[in-house]
């Protein structure tokens, strides 16, 4: 657990009772107890004022404590909240079919759950039963969740230690532009090359059960690694070659985050099964897998059960329901396009004034910044993204850097797309002070 300076007896109890009672999950714990948050800032119960450059968990896209979703959830709460798993909602239906709306067709059919974690292993599960096979496929960098399934077909951390995964999982590479392994004579990436390579290997593993593929549109604990256009649809046609389905995981990416409604689109590519989660609930549990008719009539005659404590939920629905409401109604697409072009422009003059931002890259407000210690050999540091990291939260700003095996440190910076330009403005102005106050330091 991160250490900090108490500003008060009543955090040095506090802090004393964390480390004396809570189970740590991951990484240290944030150095600041947060009392409370609005729009793009957490406040602390030190006075500071941090801008949040994760939207939260990324998954705050409408900002802390949005006006529609506080109203929302009072008046719902106050009405309906849970149910039995078998009982259902006017808010239920209502998401269901909005979502269904807002995709392309065979897209149709929605179930409704709580994390990523839980909709990609519905998805795996749905995949495998109506396929009648096991073999799962996914990016060598990817994150899905800590569920046996979800976990099995996660590469960039938490493999280790556990035990034996699910049987017949298999990664491939990640096409990465900046950091190319198959290259073409000019120096670029040769992606198409990589993935028949990458299939040629999982056709000599596989027992002849491959049942799915799944991804991220963009990879996000990867290190904001969008792979480039064309390379979904080789993709996809790989996986009807076998008699895979497609599953696109787009927890973070999907509903207007990089500027469209889902990432996906840029491609032309329908994937067979998506999951959404974080975006959908604005920052409460709210998860979906939605499907074609054809494959949920499938899988329904097949017996496909998924039955969770807090399956189609009404509270959460109605969230949901109210998530879209504003997406719509402020056309938060459009916005995120727009502020994501003046970030990026931000990012940029950033990248001009330090010899350590290696790459910008990403879509819309989901940004990526890596940063290296030599541009030419794009070797890496972790130490000085750990430093860069330390110095921002001192000067009022959360960022989440991902660290990587051979890539150092990647920000990830994905704002509320209901962030103002100033306040972007900002988050860039302290990024650049911290990037020269670690650069300065002995």
């Known amino acids: 657990m991160a250490a900090m300076t ?6 040095a109890t506090l802090w004393a009772e964390a480390d004396r009672h809570l189970v740590r999950y991951g990484g240290g714990f944030t150095p600041e107890i947060i009392e409370r948050a609005a729009g793009s800032f957490v406040f602390t119960a030190a006075g500071r004022r941090i801008l949040d450059f994760t939207s939260g968990q990324m998954s705050a896209i409408l900002g802390h404590s949005h006006p529609a979703i506080v109203a929302t959830v009072q008046r719902q709460i106050a009405d309906l909240d849970h149910l039995y798993s078998g009982m259902l909602s006017r808010p239920v239906v209502d998401l269901a079919r909005r ?3 807002s995709l392309p067709a065979p897209l149709e059919k929605a179930l409704l759950l709580t994390t990523g974690a839980e909709s990609n292993e519905a998805a795996i599960r749905m995949a495998k039963l109506v396929t009648g096979k096991h073999e799962i496929v996914s990016f060598a960098r990817s994150w899905h969740g800590m569920t046996q399934a979800a976990a099995s077909a996660t590469y960039s951390a938490g493999r280790k ?11 491939i590479p990640v096409p990465n532009t900046y950091r190319p392994d198959f290259t073409a004579p000019d120096g670029s990436l040769d992606w198409r090359r990589q993935l028949d ?17 799944l991804v991220e549109p963009i990879l996000s604990s990867g290190g904001i690694i969008e792979p480039p256009a064309g390379y979904f649809a080789a993709l996809r046609a790989k ?29 032309g590519v329908v994937p067979d099964i998506l999951t959404l989660s974080k975006t959908l609930g604005a920052g409460l549990p709210l998860a979906a897998v939605i499907t074609s008719a054809e494959i949920e009539q499938e899988a329904h005659e097949r017996g496909f059960l998924f039955f969770t404590t807090h399956v189609s939920d009404p509270l959460v629905a109605a ?43 990403g879509r819309g407000l989901l940004a990526g910044l890596e940063l290296v210690v030599d541009r030419e050999t794009k070797r890496s540091s972790d130490e000085l993204g750990v430093r860069v990291t330390h110095r921002c939260l001192e000067l009022g700003l959360h960022m989440n850097i991902v ?19 100033e306040e972007l403005s900002l988050g860039l102005e302290i990024l650049d002070q911290a990037i020269g106050d670690a650069c300065a330091a002995p």
């Open 6 to 11: 108490p500003s008060s007896p009543f955090t």
């Open 99 to 101: 979502l269904a709306e």
């Open 161 to 171: 230690g556990y035990g034996p995964g699910a049987p017949g999982n298999f990664a």
């Open 197 to 213: 390579f990458a299939f040629d290997l999982i056709d000599a593993q596989s027992t002849g059960s491959l049942a799915a593929c």
């Open 239 to 267: 996986c009807r070659e076998r008699g895979m389905l497609l599953i696109l995981d787009e927890a973070q990416t999907g509903l207007c985050r990089t500027g469209t409604w889902y990432a996906f689109e840029r491609d």
């Open 319 to 361: 969230v949901g329901n109210t998530v879209l409401d504003v997406l719509t109604k402020d056309k938060l697409d459009e916005r995120a396009r727009q502020l994501g072009m003046f970030l990026r422009r931000g990012l940029d003059d950033i990248a001009g004034r330090h010899e350590v931002v290696g790459d910008v890259r």
């Open 403 to 421: 660290q990587l095996p051979g890539m150092g440190g990647v920000f990830r910076i994905a704002p509320p797309l209901t962030a103002t330009e």
